[in-house]
């Protein structure tokens, strides 16, 4: 007989359906239509059903119930929402985590995984290198889309070869195998290629192999720390500028053949390349921002809409640090906002001591090296830091430093601001808004 593991019920909500069948917290639900309950998802999905089986063990009994409902209507059942993150099976030649300093450092950063749950819940990229050809079928049968899957490249040899999974005994599924499987069974994938310049300069061969199968790709260039491979080399302007020159041509051809340019460059690409950054409308739907595609296109619209609105007062003198990324960004803007208001903006640009120069977002610099590089400069009556620049949850920096260590370090009011075009317009430099 099959052996369901199954999922403690923690709670029955009373008005639900579970409750008039007699289900009660302490039960365990056992599995949906044959199938073991493995998490919570599981049981998201079928609450969205209409017609299903669910077993429940209720002490020694195990009971097989029918259910027949609208897909709107509630079970009402209360199970935990944790689902343990699943480490990588992978030792990637550019894994960041492998390069970050031994320092105190945010220990999400630390986190190795790679677990296709997080992905559709979070969108956290995974290389599906540990998924098995049950659980993609699972994630078919449950809908888990769309999922964002690391391609790096779709050549076998090469991506094993990157991951750094060659000798392993087990060696890792045929991605582009597993990418057509999903599509036919409705999932939407979200690709991205981290490029490595010398390892995978096979974009072209890639992009043939999987643009049928997915919805979007980014390109994205390898983040180096100073304690990086020494095998793996930085993106250099030649570099970005063969794999804009790549990116482009797809989008063209395939604007044209699907009505999306399917495929697009971080915009850190563009400024290595000393290329302008496509405009807003070239990014669609921008559904691969939070992986830096599209940020600063992003951001200009939203500020110039938002300045133009506003009918604010001089915000005096004031200062914004940032990464090396954003400062031509920043200080433009800063200096159209001075214009229309008047007071005097200085943007610092900040080198990062703590991972290595050649680490230029904003979001990875340190409160220690804020501190070294702005004491004894002229800030005004306020500092303006992005918020990407602290951990999720609290006002300290990924070194430890706290936002009020800073603030006494520097002798200044530090103000933290949301990363985007409107805000800087409406909380940073504090102006009323018309409407
Ligand atoms: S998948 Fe690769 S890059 Fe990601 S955590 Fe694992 S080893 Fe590092």
């Not at 599995?31 to 079928?46: H, I, K, P, Q, R």
């Not at 936002?403 to 002798?411: K, T």
């Amino acid at each position: 007989m099959l052996q369901y593991f199954g999922m403690e019920i923690l709670e029955v909500n009373e008005n639900g359906i579970a409750a008039e069948l007699g289900i009660a917290a302490g039960d365990e639900l056992l599995a949906f239509d044959g199938f073991s309950v493995t998490d919570v998802l599981d049981y998201d999905y079928y609450n969205s059903c209409e017609n299903f089986t669910m077993r429940v063990r209720s002490g020694d009994e195990v009971v097989d119930y029918e259910i027949e409902k609208y897909d709107y209507e509630d079970l009402g059942l209360e199970l935990s929402r944790d689902i343990p993150v699943r480490s990588c099976r992978n030792n990637c030649v550019f894994c960041f985590v492998d390069q970050l300093p031994r320092e105190e450092l945010r220990n999400t950063l630390r986190v190795k995984d790679d677990d296709y749950r997080h992905s559709f819940i979070f969108g956290n990229y995974v290389t599906l290198t540990n998924v098995t050809d049950r659980e993609l079928e699972r994630i078919i049968r449950i809908g888990l889309s769309p999922l964002y899957v690391s391609v790096h490249t779709s050549n076998g040899e090469l991506r094993s070869k990157l991951l750094g999974t060659c000798g392993q005994k087990t060696p890792i599924p045929d991605i582009k195998a597993q990418l057509k499987k999903l599509h036919g069974g409705g999932i939407k994938i979200h690709a991205q290629i981290v490029y490595c310049p010398t390892f995978n300069d096979d974009l072209d061969e890639t992009i043939t192999d999987i643009y049928p199968y997915t919805q979007s790709l980014a390109v994205v260039p390898v983040g180096l720390t100073r304690n990086c491979n020494p095998l793996i080399k930085k993106v250099d302007k030649a570099s970005a500028q063969k794999v804009i020159a790549v990116v482009e041509k797809w989008q063209k051809k395939l604007l044209a053949e699907r009505g999306t340019r399917y495929v697009f460059a971080a915009d850190e690409l563009y400024l290595k390349a000393e290329k302008e950054i496509p405009p807003y409308e070239a990014y669609e739907d921008f559904s691969q921002i939070e992986n830096g595609i599209g940020l600063i296109a992003a951001f200009k619209h939203d500020f110039e809409f938002a300045l133009d609105k506003c009918d604010g007062e001089s915000a005096g003198e004031i200062s914004i640090a940032t990464g090396e990324s954003a400062y031509p960004l920043i200080c433009e803007c800063a200096k159209k906002t001075q214009e229309k208001l008047g007071g005097k903006i200085r943007v610092y640009k900040i080198r990062n001591d703590f991972f290595g120069e050649s680490v230029t977002v904003a979001g990875l610099i340190v409160g220690r090296d804020i501190a070294a590089q702005l004491k004894g400069k002229p800030l005004g009556h306020a500092l303006i830091l992005p918020r990407v620049m602290l951990r999720e949850t609290c006002d300290v920096f990924l070194d430890g430093m706290t936002l009020s260590e800073l603030e006494r370090e520097l002798g200044v009011k530090i103000k933290v601001n949301q990363p985007d075009g409107e805000s800087f317009v409406k909380e940073i430099i504090g102006v009323k808004q018309n409407g």
